[in-house]
């Protein structure tokens, strides 16, 4: 069983930009963020695995950076140019298969708030 613990979540205003961790208890090969809207299903944010490669949804490519640093077991999320369509609740992930999917997900951190403001 691997532990997941989000951090950084938080309130700014359109356009700032928001850094969220997860610190980990154990290694998986993949790794990443999901978020969930009011009243929308979960989805796929940005994604990444041992070897550095990563996969970001259509919506969030150029704004977001998924990143890890394995001797912390730490992964980041680095959101700049933030929109009022992105506040969700973000959620770290990490399982054994790679990408963007729900179902590949072996484990689920508690999720943290993030709203942007117009």
């Known amino acids: 069983q691997v532990q997941l613990v989000e951090s950084g979540g938080g309130s700014v205003q359109s356009g700032g930009s928001l850094k969220l961790s997860c610190a980990a208890s154990?290694?998986?090969?993949?790794r990443g963020w999901f978020r969930q809207a009011p009243g929308k299903e979960r989805e796929g944010v940005a994604a990444i695995v041992s070897d550095g490669r990563t996969r970001y949804a259509d919506s969030v490519k150029g704004r977001f950076s998924i990143s890890q640093d394995n001797a912390k077991n730490t992964l980041y999320l680095q959101m700049n140019s933030l929109k009022p369509e992105d506040t969700a609740i973000y959620y770290c992930a990490a399982g054994w298969q790679f990408g963007l999917d729900r179902s590949g997900v072996a484990y689920w951190g508690q999720g943290t708030q993030v709203t942007v403001s117009s």
């Open positions: 154990g290694y998986t090969y993949s």
